[in-house]
């Protein structure tokens, strides 16, 4: 079963920047998507971005031309890198790995607080 470990988040004022990244443990196959979700209090779990094994991404609305999803195919990782954060950002972050005819993953979660 593969296992998704996150790190990188923090407490950074508005306008700073974080990089999350999420590893997986074992062997993920040739056709899988990776995303990262966020949850913020009182509100649904939302996707932020997403990347495609093939290395296409998308992204939130509320994110785009803020935040970059990237891979590490060597490493198993996929990493998320957040500019000109907001307070609005602040929410736990969880990163997803979905497996060709596998069950998904998720990570355990890492808080990322915008905050001065």
């Known amino acids: 079963q593969v296992q998704l470990v996150e790190s990188g988040g923090g407490l950074v004022q508005p306008g700073g920047s974080l990089r999350l990244s999420c590893a997986a443990s074992?062997?993920?196959?040739?056709?899988?998507?990776w995303g990262w979700y966020r949850q913020a209090p009182g509100k649904s779990r939302e996707l932020v971005a997403a990347?495609?094994?093939?290395?296409?991404?998308n992204y939130a609305g509320s994110v785009k031309g803020r935040f970059t999803i990237s891979k590490d195919n060597a490493k198993n990782t996929v990493f998320l890198q957040m500019n000109s954060l907001k307070p609005e950002d602040t929410a736990v972050y969880y990163c997803?790995?979905?497996?060709?005819?596998?069950?998904?993953?998720w990570g355990q979660g890492t808080q990322v607080t915008i905050s001065s």
């Open positions: 997803n790995l979905r497996m060709l005819g596998r069950p998904e993953a």
């Open positions: 074992g062997i993920i196959g040739s056709l899988y998507t």
């Open positions: 990347i495609t094994s093939g290395g296409a991404t």
